[in-house]
Structure formats: structure tokens, C-alpha cells
């Protein structure tokens, strides 16, 4: 109801009324009805602070801590964790991923806490005798996973940035959740039903994501071992999960397994602070990932390919603009895969690869009425899906924006035995083997092959943009190596074809990633005449199920105007 009214409402006194109610409605939103069924809000404007995710649960739980006086940084800490319990496909405590932060006073610091790769871990692990890829070793199972950055993460913005200083607070939600349960929704039954025979592969049958008959909507999901695990982390912080029982439990779960991680992998893992990508475009500043997400790299790479087209004059979805961004993704997705890796590891020519005048030589064979050939791109030449992401903002005016994952969905589905939570199978981001393509068929090189205590090569892209130096957008999205185009794309609505929030992230996508050579449209979406324009220039179309399930908020004119993508049950809440 307050989507409809938000979004028909044209006449100036009444919007405000309608805001109003808008905003008390939100007080509702993300919230349980009596018979347990979720209401889940699409999109919403806030006055004072407003949360996204991909769970109403947890949309819920970062509003009120944000009520408690929390900011950005608390709820998202809470956040992370109650996704951890409400939306184990890739909230996590056995993952990682990564933070942009903006404080109030436009400070901008990122966080990677990246799975690392594990001690033992060697070049060719996922190779058999005859030097090809084992099919499925580096996705399911105890070999899948890195070493879980998570909980290191959340603990290390908890010290640098918390207002409320109180660690516990930010867990109970999450042990409340696990320990009482969470109704599943529909979505999430049939999801859990979809992958019961990868989860009996990997684990004994006594675990709570394996049961005999089929999950139900609205069924109360009661994760007891999880909890304790929350309240291990919450009595001993980092070392309650690195150290101590839960890190002996996920090691013993290794070691019975075939698994190469040890204790000291735990107790060494640290998250970094990283100097953000920042970049300019017109009158905007951006603010993404640096390596080892290549993320903020293409982002830039992208918006520098487009900056001289009049992309607003063609509209979003004329066959000029779907062929430039195309063509400026073919290139900036071959350049991935031979320059990125982990800098920590390998040297990046990060500041040639987003400069302007690099773009334009990379942009100089563009055909404006021909499709390329991907083999006809190499890498520039140089003097060098399930994920999830939340967005929250927060009344002081510090912003977060998170990208978090187990890398597939229910990552490599091992249960810690007697711990509770799933481990993460991002091995599979390193390139097993130079030029064979991974789980979301990307194929990389030497800069992104598997080293002790390395990070893999990733596209998550949790950005933050400024206009005129005020904070504008809060934007991130799961979805593999697709998520680069559905944050360049949704950012792309907004500031050129002058879309709401809502519509920018709600609108249809189309994604190219140098190899393979088709297009990705998504399903239903683009009209057949477009279609067949586009592959009379010599595109390739192939339709697709969803791209990307964008979490953002856009601040304009004093308002927080808050979008969930139809794509999920995300959901927004705020004030
Ligand atoms: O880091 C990466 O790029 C991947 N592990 C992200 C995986 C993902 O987004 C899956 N979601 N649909």
C-alpha cells in the first residue's frame, strides 16, 4: 500500500501527508502478522534512518537497533549476524565479504574480510592426475571453503566505529532469532527443499537443514547449535569463533572430512582496512571495493566507457545504450580476468585500469553499430549466486553498504558439526586451472590462481556515491559476476535516466562478461523488436533467470527514500 501511494502521489500537500503515512506504515513493515506471514515492503521514504536486506527479519532487527540509539555501523553488525541465522543461503558467520563506510562527516574507509585461502591450500588442489578440474570440488564440500572472515569483520568495525559499544547488544537479536526460530518463507522452503540432496552429500542426517519431509512456508525454522555458536562470539567476541571450542569444532569437522584448514588458519585470519576506488563522474563521486574485489576497478572502468555517450538522450533501454554498455563490458570483464587478484599477493595496475585516458583506448575499436567478438577483445595493454547485500543509513547521516556471501547458495553446505552454521565454498572464485571458467563462468589467470593465505579474486561491489560531496546512494547487490553490472546498471537509472530508487533498482538488466560470447537479458523484460535490433548488430540474446537482487537507498532532497528488489523478500524498514 505505501508503494502505491508513494509512487502516484504527484501533488505536493498531500505527498507529505501521504509520506506520513507512509512512514507509519513502516513502523509495520518487516514485521510478523498473527499468523506469522511477513509484510514485506518493497519501498519506502524515511526522514530519519532506513535499513535494507534481504530478510524482513533482518530489516527488523536493524531498524531497532538503529532505535536504540545504535548508527550504521551497530545495525549493520546485527544485521550481518541475523542474516547469518534468517537467510543461511548467504548470511553468514562462516563467509565474508565486504563494507563501504561513510561517516556522517564523508569519511570513507573500506573492510575486507575476504576468506582466505587455507595454509595448505595448493595451486593445482582442484586438479586430477591429468592436470584437468575435479567438477564439484571446489563448490561443495569440506575443500571448498577459505578460511571465514565474518565474524573478524564485523568484530574489527565493532571496535573502530560502534556508537553503542556494546558488543552483546548486536548479538542477541541473531541468538533470539536462532534460538526461538524464524517462520521460512515461501521462497526459502522451496529452496531448502531444492538443495536437501546436496545437504545430505556433505552432512550427517541429524542436522536441522535435513528433514524428512518438505519444509513448509510459515514454518517456525529453530536453529539451536547456532545459537549457542552466537553466544560463544558474543561472550568471547573474535576469539569466541577463531579460538576455543567453535574453532575446534570447525577444524574436527575438516579433519574428518578430507578438509585442509587448521587452528592456525583460525587464529591468523585478519580483516584489512583497504583505501577505497573512488572515481569521479560528473558531478558524482563514487566509492567501491578495491582488489581482491574487482568490483570498484569496473565500476570505474565502466562509467569512464559511457561518460562521452549521450546515454539519457538514447533511454534505458534503446538498442544504443544496451550496445555500448555491452561493448564496455566485454572489455572491462577481459581485463578482470588477466590483471585482478589479491594485491596483498600480486601487483594490480589499479590506477591504470581506471584511468580515463586507458578507457578511451580500450573504447577506441568500438563499433557503434557492430557487436565485437569476444575473442576479438584481449586485455588492455598496459604500462600494466548466492550472495547478499544490505544498505543501511542511519540518522546521524553514516552510511553502510555490505556485501556478504558463503559464495553459492548455502556456500559449500557443510554444516559445522555440533556448531550450526554453514561453511563457505569461495575456493571456487581462485581459478582452479588458467582458462577454465568457475561456478558463475568467469575464467581468470596467473594473477588469480590459489596461494597459501591468499584471497580470491571477487566482483562483489558494495559502493557508496556522493553528489556535489553529499552522501546520494547506498547501493550493492548479490549475484555473482552479474553484480558489477546491476550496481553500474541501477546507479546508471538514477543519475541518467533521472529514475526513483525504486524504479532504478526494480527496472530490467542485461549483462555481458566478455566470455561466454552471449548477452544476458532477463526473462520477460525486453520487447522482441529490441531483441531482434540488437542481434541484427551481432549480439548474441539469451534470456536468463533474474540479475541481481539490488538493496538501495538514495538520499535526495532530505528524504531516504528506501528500495527492496522484487527480485527477493528483501524488505525495507526505517523511520
Ligand atoms: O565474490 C564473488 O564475486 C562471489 N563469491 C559472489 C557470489 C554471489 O554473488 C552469488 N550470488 N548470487
Not at 558524482?284 to 569496473?298: D, E
Not at 568457475?438 to 557508496?464: D, F, Q
Request: proline fraction near 3%; include cysteine.
Amino acid at each position: 500500500m505505501s508503494i502505491y501511494f508513494i509512487k502516484k502521489s504527484k501533488i505536493n500537500k498531500t505527498l507529505a501527508f501521504f509520506i506520513a503515512f507512509g512512514i507509519l506504515l513502516s513502523f509495520i513493515s518487516c514485521k510478523k502478522t498473527e499468523l506469522g506471514e511477513y509484510k514485506i515492503v518493497k519501498q519506502s521514504t524515511f526522514v530519519q534512518q532506513a535499513a535494507v536486506t534481504a530478510h524482513p527479519e533482518a530489516s527488523r532487527i536493524a531498524n531497532e537497533i538503529l532505535e536504540k540509539g545504535g548508527n550504521a555501523i551497530d545495525a549493520a553488525i546485527a544485521t550481518q549476524f541475523a542474516l547469518a541465522v534468517c537467510y543461511p543461503n548467504a548470511g553468514n558467520i562462516g563467509g565474508g565479504g565486504f563494507m563501504v563506510y561513510r561517516s556522517k562527516d564523508g569519511e570513507v574507509n573500506t573492510l575486507d574480510f575476504r576468506e582466505k585461502a587455507p595454509s595448505k591450500s595448493s595451486v593445482d588442489m582442484y586438479l586430477d592426475s591429468n592436470g584437468e578440474v575435479v567438477e564439484g570440488l571446489s563448490t561443495l564440500g569440506h575443500l571448498s571453503s577459505g578460511v571465514p572472515g565474518s565474524v573478524d569483520g564485523m568484530h574489527e568495525a565493532f571496535l573502530k566505529y560502534s556508537a553503542l559499544k556494546d558488543w552483546g547488544i548486536l548479538l542477541e537479536p541473531a541468538i533470539e532469532l536462532a534460538r526461538n526460530g524464524f517462520r521460512l518463507t515461501e521462497r526459502q522452503a522451496n529452496e531448502l527443499n531444492a538443495e536437501s540432496s546436496d545437504f545430505k552429500k556433505v552432512n550427517s542426517e541429524d542436522c536441522v537443514f535435513i528433514k524428512n519431509s518438505n519444509f513448509k512456508t510459515g514454518e517456525l525454522f529453530i536453529q539451536s547449535d547456532l545459537a549457542n555458536t552466537l553466544d560463544a562470539i558474543k561472550i568471547r567476541g573474535r576469539a569466541g569463533f577463531y579460538e576455543g571450542e567453535i574453532a575446534e569444532k570447525i577444524i574436527s569437522e575438516q579433519i574428518n572430512n578430507g578438509g585442509i584448514m587448521r587452528l592456525e588458519d583460525l587464529s591468523a585470519y585478519h580483516s584489512v582496512w583497504r583505501k577505497p576506488i573512488s572515481f569521479d563522474y560528473k558531478n558524482y563521486k563514487m566509492y567501491s571495493m578495491p582488489p581482491p574485489s574487482s568490483g570498484g576497478i569496473l565500476l570505474a572502468q565502466l562509467f569512464k566507457a559511457i561518460e562521452e555517450y549521450p546515454i539519457s538522450k538514447w533511454g534505458m533501454h534503446d538498442k544504443k545504450t544496451i550496445h555500448l554498455i555491452v561493448e564496455a563490458e566485454k572489455r572491462a570483464y577481459a581485463d578482470r580476468a588477466k590483471f585482478i587478484g589479491d594485491t596483498d599477493f600480486v601487483p594490480v595496475p589499479v590506477n591504470d585500469l581506471v584511468k580515463k585516458e586507458y578507457m578511451k583506448i580500450r573504447m577506441s575499436d568500438f563499433d557503434s553499430l557492430k557487436a565485437s567478438a569476444p575473442d576479438s577483445i584481449e586485455a588492455g595493454k598496459l604500462e600494466s549466486e548466492e550472495t547478499t547485500h544490505f544498505s543501511i543509513v542511519d540518522k546521524f547521516g553514516n552510511a553502510v553498504s555490505i556485501t556478504t556471501t558463503l559464495n553459492g547458495s548455502y556456500g559449500s553446505h557443510v554444516i559445522v558439526d555440533g556448531a550450526g552454521f554453514i561453511m563457505n565454498n569461495e575456493m571456487d572464485d581462485f581459478s582452479a586451472k588458467v582458462g577454465v571458467a568457475n561456478m558463475y563462468g568467469l575464467v581468470g589467470a596467473e594473477a588469480n590462481k590459489i596461494e597459501p593465505g591468499k584471497r580470491m579474486l571477487s566482483s562483489m561491489t558494495p559502493t557508496i556515491v556522493e553528489q556535489n560531496g553529499d552522501l546520494f546512494m547506498v547501493v550493492g547487490t548479490p549475484g555473482g559476476s552479474t553484480i558489477i553490472t546491476s550496481v553500474f546498471q541501477t546507479i546508471v537509472n538514477v543519475i541518467e535516466h533521472n529514475q526513483s530508487i525504486d524504479d532504478a533498482v526494480q527496472n530490467c538488466r542485461f549483462h555481458h562478461q566478455w566470455k561466454p560470447s552471449e548477452v544476458f537479458i532477463e526473462e520477460n523484460c525486453f520487447s522482441a523488436d529490441l531483441i531482434k535490433e540488437l542481434e541484427v548488430m551481432g549480439h548474441i540474446i539469451e534470456t536468463r533467470e533474474p540479475i541481481g537482487r539490488v538493496d538501495a537507498i538514495l538520499i535526495k532532497d532530505g528524504k531516504i527514500m528506501a528500495a527492496a528488489d522484487k527480485r527477493g523478500d528483501d524488505c525495507v524498514a526505517g523511520k
